[in-house]
T-cell receptor
């Protein structure tokens, strides 16, 4: 059974600072998704990482995937308040299962 | 493309009552998923459909839960004899469903259920 951990679970950071969120998972997975959720809202797709070594960047967010280490990172550069949200990673089970297995989420607060 | 829609957005019910939620996926999407999310947690998979066929169900989906997608378009999720532990946000998502591998899922706004 695929288990997913995220670290940290809560993150409070100052605007302009950099930080990295980590997503570890327990079994092999060949792709991984990152989603963002604003309070009271639904989930918005950010990135899909399709292979080992994949790196995607959008604005101040950059995601990477190391399938051998079963690790994905979401790096935040020069944080701004608009990035405050909860970020979920979701590796896919390696058996073509269709369900996402979400991590517990990292709640990010960017303070002015 | 109006996105995934869900109705109602909020539902308050008394323990023991039945409730039904509706999800309308993005029009050309063949796959439809239901998830449950409790406060402070990530969404948990409940079930998914490929067109009208229900292909996978989680162990979380007790016999009080039933989902249908009769014509391969909208879907309903019914909870019978609701319990306080059913209080959660119920999320629907859809994806194209053209490939065997998993694709990006697009989520609806959710239905927030409160069981008193």
């Amino acid at each position: 059974e695929l288990k997913v951990e995220q670290n940290p679970l809560f993150l409070s950071m100052q605007e302009g600072k950099n930080y990295t969120i980590y997503c570890n998972y327990s079994t092999t997975s060949d792709r991984l998704y990152w989603y963002r959720q604003d309070p009271g809202k639904s989930l918005e797709s950010l990135f899909v990482l399709l292979s080992n070594g994949a790196v995607k960047q959008e604005g101040r967010l950059m995601a990477s995937l190391d399938t051998k280490a079963r690790l994905s990172t979401l790096h935040i550069t020069a944080a701004v308040h608009d990035l405050s949200a909860t970020y979920f990673c979701a590796p896919t089970p390696d058996n073509y299962g269709q369900n996402f297995v979400f991590g517990p989420g990292t709640r990010l607060s960017v303070l002015p | 493309d109006t996105g995934v829609s869900q109705n109602p957005r909020h539902k308050i019910t008394k323990r023991g009552q039945n409730v039904t939620f509706r999800c309308d996926p993005i029009s050309e999407h063949n796959r439809l998923y239901w998830y449950r999310q409790t406060l402070g947690q990530g969404p948990e998979f409940l079930t998914y459909f490929q067109n009208e066929a229900q292909l996978e169900k989680s162990r979380l989906l007790s016999d009080r839960f039933s989902a249908e997608r009769p014509k391969g378009s909208f879907s309903t999720l019914e909870i019978q004899r609701t319990e306080q532990g059913d209080s959660a946000m119920y999320l629907c998502a859809s994806s194209l469903g053209r490939l065997k591998i998993q694709e990006t899922q697009y989520f609806g706004p959710g239905t927030r259920l409160l069981v008193l």
